[in-house]
């Protein structure tokens, strides 16, 4: 491989300079991306090969990342569980028959996902292809309580009033709920990195908004079965959580080689209490995104300092924003490859 | 008083029982305060004193809260300031002209509470009136970083890029604009003590979604400025941030008597975190008051247990929810007080 640098990075081998890349980095805020989505709704896009490569490889041909990950939605493979999803990418997911009772539950299915979603692997494959080891290939998938949170609530949420609800009056209905998601995540990661995936990461974003212990309790555990269960002798996790700040140690015995942090919680900090054996990715508030070139690249060059150069990736705390422009996502990647 | 515990425990003495009420506890989940609304626009029942009171006394009458909390919005001073707010309880507030400019800074005033608000302080007179030392009567305002996000904003908000964009981009701007909110909230906070009010609650209640550096910047030297400018040798103050896991040392320099906490984190790791010299309030997942009352008074239990009896205030981590079912909101309130 050309720029193993992330690779490097995550397994805590040395590096020449930190890695960079953006979390949605394949996304509405670059015009090319909005060119293509123009014309193809959300949905088609991830299920459509050829477009999906292109939107994928787009950062790496405009801003020069350190990685591609693979474009697709967290919600691929709920739809292959046998629940409707449609997506739309300005109001969000909807899934018009939310899960509440342990009968739906029962009903869903754990997928093959060669079956349910060859595209995904067929994505992999053609990146894996095109980047010809230019920069590792990242694949991923959306963790049980993550996934869970969007089944149960129907959408995105503000309060997780019916997730949590289940949570606490029907704990036994929302376990079988995750251990269903487990395994499917499990079958599809797996199949994701027999397809080319070099990096996985494990998207468990809402998982903020548990209290500690019970994240302890539906959220860890099920990270920790998909974590240990991937066929990935030489392929990095990385697990991401918005809002990790209180339960850090917790998350640094998931299995992850790269813990993912927001920026509510200082970089240093985070290396102080997780130590030196796991990676850190991260931690710019993607609204630094919306200043100035200059005051991007000063606050991307003190997280590189921060960060020590081993292993850190550099990152944005969260997805970067639709409305981001342009120049100011090239000044945080030049930044973060010293060329700034 | 006959019922002093709350300012007991926030001044760090002796308590019986460890007292308890609820954020929002004036709320939709009551079918009385529903029945009020339902005849009165939201902004006509904060401004209308005989019915503010009303609903104020509501909890107090049906669940027996160890303490009464004055009916209003935190927007209300903000109106006072010179914006347009337009207060709608299910859509949540709307501010047409959101201030982007340092020229839509200088035109705001530092209103005169007793001029503009005067209904504010009828409401905590006529409370202390009714109430005649059965409970305390607890005042409350805005903090300046979250009032400004909904100034800036223009209303709630996902990402709050706006008023990072202003604090990154133009932070001037924005430091202008938190100091007149601070004379703001320092007048009217006294105001109400003049009027009655014998515990202030400051709200900073979206300063969780700051990163700790930002925090310390554009937070916390607000909340500083107004808590140490509070005529307040008697009145205890309470300082709410949805979120505050990562900053909580900070958070105890705010010069706040006690710290309410969201349930992200561990009342006994807070504990340990700000050491004995402060009071803790909180801090139970809202939604567990949808689940039983069986489980809830478990759990509020042990919140009293991990608080020790002293220095604490049982509440929850954020406001009740409005689904919320009554029977559940006075199992907490029950088991709170040794009743269940």
């Not at 690249?297 to 150069?309: H, N, P, V, W």
């Amino acid at each position: 491989m050309k720029n193993d640098l992330m690779i490097r990075a995550a397994r805590g081998e040395a590096v020449e300079r930190t890695p960079v890349w953006m979390m949605r980095q394949a996304g509405r805020y670059l015009p090319e991306y909005r060119a293509v989505r123009g014309q193809t709704e959300f949905l088609t896009l991830c299920k459509t090969p050829e477009l999906a490569v292109e939107v994928s490889l787009q950062p790496y041909r405009i801003l020069g990342v350190d990685a591609v990950i693979m474009f697709s939605d967290i919600l691929i493979p709920v739809e292959a569980m046998g629940q409707v999803v449609t997506l739309t990418e300005k109001i969000g997911p909807k899934l018009p028959e939310p899960i509440r009772t342990r009968a739906q539950v029962d009903r869903l299915i754990v997928p093959d996902p060669i079956e349910t979603t060859p595209f995904v692997m067929e994505i992999l494959r053609i990146l894996r292809r095109e980047l010809d080891g230019a920069v590792p290939l990242i694949g991923f998938a959306g963790a049980p309580w993550t996934l869970a949170a969007y089944m149960v609530e129907g959408g995105g949420s503000k309060n997780y009033a019916e997730i949590k609800r289940m949570m606490f009056a029907e704990p036994k209905t929302l376990h079988a709920l995750l251990d269903k998601i487990a395994d499917t995540v499990i079958l599809y990661l797996n199949a994701q990195i027999e397809a080319g995936a070099q990096i996985v990461q494990l998207f468990d974003s809402w998982a903020g908004e548990l209290s500690p212990r019970d994240y302890a309790e539906f959220a860890l555990p099920y990270q920790q079965k998909i974590l240990a269960a991937l066929n990935r002798d030489a392929v990095p996790a990385i697990l991401f959580i918005n809002g990790c700040g209180t339960f850090l140690e917790q998350m640094a015995t998931s299995g992850a080689d790269v813990l993912s942090i927001d920026w509510r919680i200082d970089l240093r900090d985070a290396r102080r209490r997780i130590g030196d054996r796991l990676g850190i990715q991260g931690n710019l508030d993607p609204c630094v995104l919306l200043s100035t070139p200059e005051l991007i690249a000063s606050k991307a060059r003190e997280l590189i300092e921060a960060g020590g150069g081993r292993r850190h990736i550099l990152n944005l705390g969260h997805g970067i924003l639709p409305m981001t422009p342009v120049e100011n996502a090239r000044a945080f990647i030049e930044a973060g490859k010293g060329l700034r």
